[in-house]
Nanobody, 123 residues
Framework: QVQLLESGGGSAQSGGSLRLSCAASGYDASGYSMAWFRQVTGKEREGVAFIDRYGTTTYVASAKGRFTISRDNAGNTLYLEMNSLKPEDTAMYYC?????????????????WGRGTQVTVSS
């Protein structure tokens, strides 16, 4: 059974940093494309950062230069380093795993999801 378990969320001041982790079990995190999405209540889920099987990464424009997605293949863990946080980064953040090897961006293309971890940034 596949399980993705996020951790590392919490509260931060504007300009601060947080590091999210997503521990995968029953799933080869190094073998497929994964991503971090976020969602604010009442809004659509938004893709924030993506990484493919080969380590290529891409980001939503608002996260570029501030967030870094990475993967520890040995530990089967996905990370999201978030710096220069802004109040508009406040959301529930979800880890997602696909069955594809190349970059994919639509939430519906991801088969596996974690329960999410809340990030709150105050000004």
């Amino acid at each position: 059974q596949v399980q993705l378990l996020e951790s590392g969320g919490g509260s931060a001041q504007s300009g601060g940093s947080l590091r999210l982790s997503c521990a995968a079990s029953g799933y080869d995190a190094s073998g497929y494309s994964m991503a971090w999405f976020r969602q604010v209540t009442g809004k659509e889920r938004e893709g924030v950062a993506f990484i493919d099987r080969y380590g290529t990464t891409t980001y939503v424009a608002s996260a570029k230069g501030r967030f870094t997605i990475s993967r520890d293949n040995a530990g089967n863990t996905l990370y999201l380093e978030m710096n220069s946080l802004k109040p508009e980064d406040t959301a529930m953040y979800y880890c997602a795993g696909s069955q594809y090897k190349t970059l994919i961006y639509r939430p519906e293309d991801y088969k596996h999801w974690g329960r999410g971890t809340q990030v709150t940034v105050s000004s």
